[in-house]
């Protein structure tokens, strides 16, 4: 199976400020990466598919870059809304993985 | 809207048995290709099953290979998860997901959850 690892764990962040998280792959996955936010006890929410598409509806300050085994989501002008913990997701081939998630706290 | 609504999660004992469904509306069901993912408390996202718009393919994650089976009603909008010698690892909130877009690139509608719990 392809691993995912995500860092940081935890980030502390200010309104306003500008968060990155990272993933990388343990082999090349191509462009098929998603980032995911996630709300305690709610669903996940697409934000990012094929590492750099933002979702329908998604505000403009998130964004995806990467390919093959590194890739990034910026979180621009952090909002009270976007404390939430955020996965990366490979999807590749079956079976599919995540990353470890990442908590923005306050 | 897309609705995606799990049910069937429930309290059962090591070695039982459960079946989950997940009812679809709002969408041609028969042509997407759906997925489980659970997470256990506190835990991270761990996909479990695939299955194909025909159902035809599936694919299991080994933790759950020869336990569990995915299976889907076309005619009823409906896929399910048939759980069988559950074990305490098992306990989770089970997701059914879909595999949307236009070319199938992106895993876009999750539903609620709905909740295992796997103890004596």
């Known amino acids: 199976d392809i691993q995912m690892t995500q860092s940081p764990a935890t980030v502390s962040a200010s309104v306003g400020d500008t968060v990155t998280i990272t993933c990388r792959a343990s082999q090349s996955i191509g462009y098929w990466l998603a980032w995911y936010q996630q709300k305690s006890g709610k669903a996940p929410k697409l934000l990012i598919y094929?590492?750099?598409n933002l979702e329908s509806g998604v505000p403009s300050r998130f964004s995806g870059s990467g390919s093959g085994t590194d890739f990034t989501l910026t979180i621009s002008s952090l909002q009270p809304d976007d404390f939430a913990t955020y996965y990366c997701?490979?999807?590749?081939?079956?079976?599919?993985?995540f990353g470890q998630g990442t908590k923005v706290e306050i | 809207e897309v609705y995606l609504v799990e049910s069937g999660g429930d309290l059962v004992k090591p070695g039982g048995s459960l079946r989950l469904s997940c009812a679809a509306s709002r969408f041609s069901f028969h042509t997407y290709e759906m997925n489980w993912v659970r997470q256990a408390p506190g835990k991270g996202l761990e996909w479990v099953s695939y299955i194909s718009g025909s159902g035809s393919i599936t694919y299991y994650a080994d933790s759950v290979k020869g336990r569990f089976t995915i299976s889907r009603d076309n005619a009823k909008n409906s896929l399910y998860l048939e759980m069988n010698s559950l074990r305490a690892e098992d306990t989770a909130v089970y997701y059914c997901a879909r595999v949307g877009g236009i070319a199938a690139e992106k895993v876009d509608y999750w539903g609620q959850g709905t909740l295992v719990t796997v103890s004596s």
């Open positions: 997701h490979q999807y590749n081939s079956y079976s599919w993985t």
């Open positions: 094929k590492a750099s």
